[in-house]
């Protein structure tokens, strides 16, 4: 499968105002196919509610209200990441981000992440992480 991988570093870094994050992200818009997995979903929603709130992950959980009513926005957010493609995960890909793990040292969403890529055949990834630098079968797009 041909096309780029869209780590939530990327993301997160628009919705921070990142004009290089933005620049690239339209660039690879243009241009390339762009995928994503339920853990960039995860990941982005997560550090977002954090970044709007302000809080903790221990102090968000005694706080459903809060989250529940900031988290009116999470349509625009999720609309955001569908620009990138969501492809599913699978015990099969679970099991080569154990193989990630081990062989790259990866912590286990950025695993799952490169497992992702393997599965599909999506070989390029763009991402602010230094991590994916380390697997060797992904080039990580810059500018």
């Known amino acids: 499968m041909s096309g780029v991988f869209v780590d939530s570093s990327v993301f997160l870094k628009i919705l921070e105002g990142d004009e290089t994050a933005k620049k690239l992200f339209v660039s690879l818009y243009q241009k390339e196919k762009l995928y ?27 706080m459903p209200d809060s989250v529940r009513e ?13 620009l990138a493609k969501s492809l599913p995960l699978s015990a099969e890909i679970e099991d080569l981000a154990g193989e990630m793990i081990q062989k790259y040292g990866l912590l286990p969403n950025d695993a799952l992440i490169a497992a992702t890529c393997k599965h599909y055949g999506i070989r390029k990834i763009a991402t602010f992480d230094e991590d994916f630098k380390r697997v060797d079968f992904l080039e990580v797009v810059e500018i």
């Open 70 to 82: 900031i988290c009116s926005e999470i349509g625009n957010i999720k609309a955001f990441l569908d």
């Open 36 to 62: 994503r997995n339920a853990i960039v979903y995860s990941e982005v929603i997560y550090v977002w509610i954090k970044l709007v709130t302000g809080k903790k992950s221990f102090e968000l959980k005694k």
